[in-house]
């Protein structure tokens, strides 16, 4: 059974950072390619980032390219996203996902098959 746990969220201000990561089990971690979504009040989920499966090569959203990175440990089956200078529409739950596909890339939602519980990141302005 596939579990993607992520920890790291909270409450922080404008400016601030967070570090999210997520714990993987259940899969062979290093053959997946690997994303973070999220998801804020009365919005669809939308793709933040995503690290192929050894790590090469990292993608982001236009909106979050530059503050935020992403980041794996392959040994430790964990992937990272540091998060730098919050704005206050970075509030969201925030999700990590694997590629459907193994090690292919995508930044659309239904090719995630394995989804954490979500964490929340708040923003105050």
């Known amino acids: 059974q596939v579990q993607l746990v992520e920890s790291g969220g909270g409450l922080v201000r404008a400016g601030g950072s967070l570090k999210l990561s997520c714990a993987a089990s259940g899969l062979t971690f290093s053959s997946y390619t690997m994303g973070w979504f999220r998801q804020g009040p009365g919005k669809e989920r939308e793709f933040v980032a995503s690290i192929t499966w050894n790590g090469d090569r990292t993608y982001y959203a236009d909106s979050v390219r530059g503050r935020f990175t992403i980041s794996r440990d392959n040994a430790k089956n964990t992937v990272s996203l540091q998060m730098s200078s919050l704005k206050p529409e970075d509030t969201a739950v925030y999700y990590c996902?694997?590629?459907?596909?193994?090690?292919?890339?995508?930044?659309?939602?239904?090719?995630?098959?394995?989804w954490g519980q979500g964490t929340q990141v708040t923003v105050s302005s």
């Open positions: 996902a694997s590629n459907r596909y193994g090690s292919s890339w995508s930044s659309i939602p239904r090719d995630y098959d394995n």
